[in-house]
């Protein structure tokens, strides 16, 4: 009876052909909406994810993410070396200068400013030394933002602009993760980024620490929050609370909620009206079977059957398109990140939309009477 109705629903290939494409579209634009989510997402912690070498992140109690800058009194960095587990505590700076190119143009960017002895949080270069670091008025810069202010030129290193009324200049390129602003990203030494920021009358924003061997991360953070009253995170628990401030405090998920849902709804539209007709049109069929003496059930499992070969097919075309559509991607400006929960999220979605698709057909199925098939 299977093989019947996978022959069944293959013979009519222009409406096995409509419902599947129908199902691949819905699965496309789920999985595809909900990876540019996760990636817009990721972006927001780009900073966060770059430092690697540091376990912990210490600021002020009233930080909600990782771009809202409350310094803190450059002392506070000693407190958080002599809290017990802490293996090495470091400055770091982050904050925004305007650039100064050339011809007198100008342009924002991301300024990191590392610790001058051991250079924690360094990026991983692609041109030049991180030794240069230590150079006067030396910074570094993430190729994304080279390319952003010198399209189609090859990496040149010995460029100089101002910031700050300060002169820099640029002596390597870096990898660093797309920002969620897009700027230029420009590391250099703590005390060089002090004078590339305005004047403010405290400069620190943040401490990185690094709890000892065999401590518990969390317990040191406890620890460091005892001592300073300060707020300590570690890194993922900082990723997810800067996370957490974009997702309560901006339209982005209801922007992308409402892409995904019509999606959904397109693709039980699509799937809905295809089965529909599609067992109308077959009703002859179904009532032969059932003068033999095919029970409603297995006619049922039939029809799910068909809806289950159609919605498989289509979730593997849509998810492959939108893996297709990430590798395509990847190095552009637009963020894709597909953890594995999208493919599961996808199949839930589209086994929801094969469900209900089939719920008015399997209702007209069951009622339909066995003398159909002696109808003119």
Request: proline fraction near 3%; charge should be positive; glycine fraction near 8%.
């Amino acid at each position: 009876m299977y093989r019947i109705a996978l022959k069944m629903l293959m013979g009519d290939r222009a409406k096995y052909l409509g419902s599947v494409a129908g199902i691949t579209f819905a699965a496309l634009l789920i999985a595809q909406q909900t990876s540019i989510f996760c990636g817009l997402m990721l972006r927001t912690t780009s900073q966060i994810q770059d430092i690697a070498d540091a376990d912990i992140w210490v600021m002020d109690n009233r930080i909600s993410y990782v771009d809202e800058l409350r310094p803190i009194k450059e002392d506070r960095l000693y407190e958080v070396r002599g809290v017990p587990g802490v293996a090495w505590a470091v400055h770091f700076y982050k904050g925004q200068a305007r650039m100064k190119i050339f011809n007198g143009k100008y342009q924002q960017a991301i300024v990191l400013g590392i610790d001058d002895a051991s250079l924690v949080g360094a990026p991983q270069m692609i041109l030049g030394s991180l030794a240069d670091l230590r150079r006067p008025d030396a910074v570094i810069m993430d190729d994304n933002g080279y390319h952003y202010l010198w399209p189609g030129e090859p990496y040149k290193i010995g460029r100089t602009f101002e910031m700050n009324d300060h002169r820099a200049v640029l002596v390597g390129i870096c990898k660093a993760s797309r920002s969620f602003s897009t700027f230029p990203v420009l590391y250099t030494r703590y005390l060089q980024a002090l004078t590339f920021s305005p004047q403010e009358r405290r400069w620190m924003p943040f401490v990185l620490a690094k709890a000892e061997a065999g401590a518990d991360v969390k317990d040191v953070c406890a620890a460091i929050t005892k001592r300073t009253r300060l707020q300590a995170l570690t890194r993922n628990e900082f990723s997810w609370k800067t996370m957490g401030y974009y997702l309560q405090r901006t339209s982005i998920p209801q922007n992308f909620g409402i892409t995904i849902a019509l999606g959904f709804i397109v693709g039980c539209a699509i799937a809905g009206q295809t089965f529909y007709s599609f067992v109308q049109e077959n009703q002859n069929q179904y009532g032969a079977l059932k003068a033999m003496g095919v029970s409603n059930r297995i006619i049922v499992n039939m029809v799910l059957l068909q809806a289950l070969v159609v919605g498989a097919i289509g979730y593997c075309l849509g998810l492959g398109l939108a893996c297709i559509f990430g590798w395509a991607t990847h190095d552009t400006q637009i963020s894709f990140f597909m953890p594995w929960h999208v493919p599961v999220l996808t199949a839930g979605s589209i086994v929801v939309i094969v469900l209900l698709a089939t719920a008015v057909s399997i209702r007209r199925v069951l009622k339909l009477e066995p003398a159909v098939v002696f109808q003119g």
